[in-house]
């Protein structure tokens, strides 16, 4: 099995909510290049939302988010992140309507993870992890496994260790 498949299948083995916030953790304190800009705690993520977001960590969220997508789902565009992240926009009166994300953030985060190294283009010009992206990735989600397999020893019958 090659590091790609067994990455996909531990990643998606664990809690989506707990390897995000586990691998914003890592990325906040070892990767200086995503530092989110000045203009991060005031900008909406989606125009269906009506504010902010509230979390002064949401720059490490997303990241680690984009990072999840592209360990499950391979290769992605810039377009595919903003239909992911977009949302429904109350119109008033009329009925709600799709909206996609705010695409400059995430471009900005996709570029900082570049500069970090973590994600790479391909030949079409996608986004996708790098070989040090999924290094990161499978030693997150095999720490949450074995914290898992830890408390709960017959886990380990599931994830094969």
């Known amino acids: ?30 990767y200086p290049q995503l530092t989110p800009p000045s203009w991060a705690k005031f900008v909406k993520t989606c125009p269906a939302r009506l504010g902010p977001p509230t979390d002064p960590d949401w720059w490490y969220t997303r990241s680690a988010s984009i990072m999840r997508k592209l360990a499950l789902k391979g290769s992605m565009g810039l377009r595919d992140f903003e239909v992911n992240y977009g949302g429904k926009a109350s119109t008033g009166r009329k009925p709600e309507k799709f909206v996609p994300a705010a695409g400059g953030h995430v471009r900005r985060i996709l570029k900082s993870l570049e500069l970090a190294g973590l994600v790479e283009r391909d030949a079409k010009k996608m986004r996708v992890l790098s070989m040090q992206g999924y290094v990161l990735t499978r030693k ?22």
């Open 1 to 30: 099995m090659s590091e790609v498949s067994s990455t996909r299948l531990r990643v998606r083995a664990v809690s989506h909510s707990q390897f995000i916030s586990a691998l914003a953790a890592k990325l906040r304190s070892s």
């Open 140 to 161: 997150v989600a095999d720490e949450l496994l074995s914290s898992a397999v830890s408390k709960e020893p017959l886990l380990s019958l599931y994830v094969g260790e």
